[in-house]
């Protein structure tokens, strides 16, 4: 012992570096202090804490792992959160005259312009257009192409078929579409057929039944009685525009057309008439 102790009372306290207690730092493993183990943590010569290679590749595959899970997932949206919706196709209307010239074109024009989906068709045997006189018409076979009858009207006599209004109509329908077409000879499958006269309806009619609902899908055949004149044509464009748009919002059309075609007739002077028939 130091002999200096007993005299000097400041010697006699004991070395502070002995009264060091319990150390604050985290005590390690066998493993940990080795550097092996999981998780194992390591202490840099000026005391700073570091986590070790494996640590660090375990938190970076979590990130990378909720990253690729969000990834797959998609954004977060309301949509998303509440469940989406059933996807609910555009319909498709298709439109059908005599001769698929004037009024059919006209309801085919105003439908297209407003963003539907619509075709058009002709029920007739042959298309057949005014002439310089009622007993001499202008009959095409359906298919015939509207700029070449446009185009032999106009070498005919252009001053009479402007004043009567064949030539603008057939400029529009040039626009449009190629050729008139034969509603007898189509195959596409329509939602809903608007009809311009009631003979047109019963063509339509007799002709889904005579096919024999071989894919079993119902569609809306429905009538606006229309005089085959442009003046009337016009007139009914916008009645087609509103009855389209009443269809289209409905979320059932079956249990919606009785109220939606009551509404039509309160708002436009065309008898209507109705029938469900199957492709």
């Not at 555009?90 to 439109?95: K, M, Q, S, Y």
């Not at 298919?143 to 529009?172: F, V």
């Not at 626009?175 to 329509?190: F, G, H, M, N």
């Not at 009443?246 to 509404?263: G, K, N, P």
Request: charged content about 20%; glycine content about 6%; aromatic content about 6%.
């Amino acid at each position: 012992m130091d002999p200096r102790r007993a005299r000097d009372p400041r010697l006699a306290r004991i070395d502070p570096r002995l009264q060091r207690g319990p150390s604050a730092l985290p005590t390690l493993s066998p493993q940990q202090q080795s550097g092996s183990g999981p998780g194992a943590t390591q202490w840099t010569t000026n005391g700073a804490y570091m986590a070790s290679q494996p640590m660090i590749s375990n938190v970076l595959v979590q990130q990378a792992d909720t990253v690729s899970e969000n990834a797959i997932a998609g954004p977060s949206t309301p949509a998303n959160n509440a469940g989406s919706s059933a996807y609910k196709p555009r319909l498709l209307f298709c439109v059908v005259c005599a001769s698929n010239q004037n009024r059919s074109m006209e309801g085919h024009h105003v439908l297209h312009k407003a963003g539907y989906r619509v075709i058009s068709y002709g029920t007739g045997s042959a298309v057949r257009l005014p002439g310089p006189s009622i007993d001499k018409p202008n009959i095409y076979s359906f298919g015939t192409p509207y700029n070449s009858i446009y185009e032999e009207l106009s070498a005919k006599d252009a001053r009479l078929y402007t004043a009567n209004g064949l030539l603008q109509m057939l400029d529009r329908n040039r626009r449009i579409k190629l050729a008139p077409e034969r509603w007898q000879d189509s195959k596409t499958v329509a939602d809903v057929v608007i009809t311009c006269e009631e003979r047109c309806f019963d063509a339509v009619c007799d002709d889904l039944l005579s096919r024999g609902g071989e894919f079993n899908k119902p569609v809306h055949i429905i009538n606006i009685e229309i005089k085959d004149n442009h003046e009337e044509a016009l007139i009914a464009g916008k009645a087609m525009l509103d009855l389209a748009a009443a269809i289209e919002i409905s979320q059932d059309i079956d249990e919606d057309i009785d109220r939606i075609l009551q509404v039509q007739q309160e708002r436009h002077p065309h008898s209507l008439l109705h029938a469900i028939a199957f492709y």
